[in-house]
């Protein structure tokens, strides 16, 4: 039996030194790349994952005589209304949508869709108290959308917690809403700023932070350090800059000495925040690696 070529450009097997060295960035794009969202209109219909998935295969194997497994697995949306298909590596969701006559019967679904990158945005300075009511971040998108030639994919969600937002000496906050491409972004940040009830908002580059990514303000993983306004020191956990430490015992400025007792502001355990021994960092590399399998909820 002969096989099919996937739509993927063939290319010699990597070695292992050239796997472990691709980039975070390379891996989301090619799971992406592997992924199909099937749009339906009925929440939580039955669906055996585990036998339609060996079904389709088996379709692909008896009708286009692939020798190996085209789907890797299907899985509910967080939502629980869509169906995610993932392919094997040798495949992707293009050669999915080529072949649908294929498979298409095996579910019930109004049309396909392929993942794309969300584009984001971050507006800066916000007024706050126009949106603090129920339904507030609907009238958010609504305000946006009239005043600006912008249309916001889903609703914009602001990135200061809601009890801040609620503090009568809050007047202002941050935002991220998401635009429909790259092309639209620029258009966007080249204005540099938007009108947000009657305010002129800067608008910046959302930039993705990863799980293990460390604040060299606050210490803290998953944030940068930018806009960050909380201070702690990497060395001793104090609340100062890591280059402003200073040991009472000697005259060293910014670095750690024989005399100090590291600290974790993390962990709290007895070495530095930036330790590869720290468990905090442990656990947001498990969320790291656990984000790149594409884990759903089944």
């Known amino acids: 039996m002969s096989s ?3 739509l993927l450009s063939p290319s010699p097997t990597p070695s292992p ?5 691709t980039s975070t960035r390379s891996k989301k794009k090619q799971l992406q790349e592997r992924k199909l969202v099937l749009i339906t209109d009925e929440k939580d219909q039955p669906l055996d994952t585990f036998s339609i998935r060996n079904k389709v295969n088996q379709l692909f194997a008896s009708k286009l005589q692939v020798e190996k497994p085209v789907l890797a697995s299907i899985a509910r949306t967080k939502g629980k209304q869509n169906i995610l298909l993932t392919t094997t590596e040798e495949y992707n969701a293009d050669f999915l949508v080529k072949y649908k006559d294929t498979w298409h019967n095996c579910f019930t679904f109004q049309r396909e869709q392929k993942l794309e990158p969300w584009v984001q945005i971050i507006a800066h300075g916000v007024p706050t108290l126009p949106f603090l009511g129920e339904g507030g971040s609907k009238l958010l998108k609504e305000e946006i959308e009239t005043f600006n030639p912008i249309g916001i994919q889903g609703l914009p969600r602001w990135i200061s917690s809601s009890v801040k937002r609620h503090n009568p000496q809050t ?7 998401t635009v429909e491409n790259e092309e639209k972004r620029q258009e966007i ?4 700023e938007i009108l947000i009830a009657g305010t002129a908002t800067k608008v910046v580059k959302y930039l993705e932070v990863s799980p293990t990514t460390q604040c060299t303000s606050c210490q803290k993983f998953g944030r940068i350090g930018d806009r960050c306004s909380t201070r702690a020191c990497r060395f001793c956990a104090a609340a100062h800059l890591s280059k402003d430490h200073s040991c009472p015992t000697c005259i060293i400025i910014g670095k750690p000495c024989k005399y100090m007792t590291p600290l974790c502001i993390n962990c709290k355990e007895n070495h530095f925040a930036n330790s590869k021994d720290c468990e905090t960092l442990k656990a947001a590399k498990l969320v790291h690696s656990t984000s790149l399998d594409g884990s759903m909820e089944e």
């Open 4 to 6: 099919l070529p996937s």
């Open 17 to 21: 030194s050239s796997r472990s060295s």
């Open 171 to 177: 007047r202002f906050g941050s935002i991220v809403f």
């Open 189 to 192: 940040l080249k204005q540099k």
